[in-house]
């Protein structure tokens, strides 16, 4: 498995704009799909964007479309959320995920799609 983390977590009057980072360590992100998730206090924890291992492929929740992208850079093994618009309905600690998914365009979006799971970063949105 690989080791995951990230970074860039903080807090943002809304409308602003937040850069989230996934690095990975142990081994590469070669074949492996991306995924970041939230959870917010009381609530499940909630698909947000997904990347397959080329980038070739991206998928996003409803609530985010237009205003998070998903990135990666494999050479770098880092996979970047950048939200831009943020929204108080954004705030919650943000996850990074992955698996191995060698298929080029498969993006995987349920939790149980990911065995990797970095230790969350928070995200507060102030009105």
């Known amino acids: 498995q690989v080791q995951l983390v990230e970074s860039g977590g903080g807090l943002v009057q809304a409308g602003g704009s937040l850069r989230l980072s996934c690095a990975a360590s142990g081994r590469t992100f070669g074949g492996y799909a991306v995924g970041w998730f939230r959870q917010a206090p009381g609530k499940e924890r909630e698909f947000v964007a997904a990347?397959?291992?080329?980038?070739?492929?991206?998928d996003y929740a409803d609530s985010v479309k237009g205003r998070f992208t998903i990135s990666r850079d494999n050479a770098k093994n880092t996979v970047t959320l950048q939200m831009n618009s943020l929204k108080p309905d954004d705030t919650a600690v943000y996850y990074c995920?992955?698996?191995?998914?060698?298929?080029?365009?498969?993006?995987?979006?349920?939790?149980?799609?990911?065995?990797?799971w970095g230790q969350g970063t928070q995200v507060t949105v102030s009105s």
């Open positions: 990347i397959s291992w080329l980038g070739t492929s991206t």
């Open positions: 995920a992955a698996d191995r998914f060698p298929a080029r365009t498969v993006v995987p979006v349920r939790p149980l799609d990911f065995g990797s």
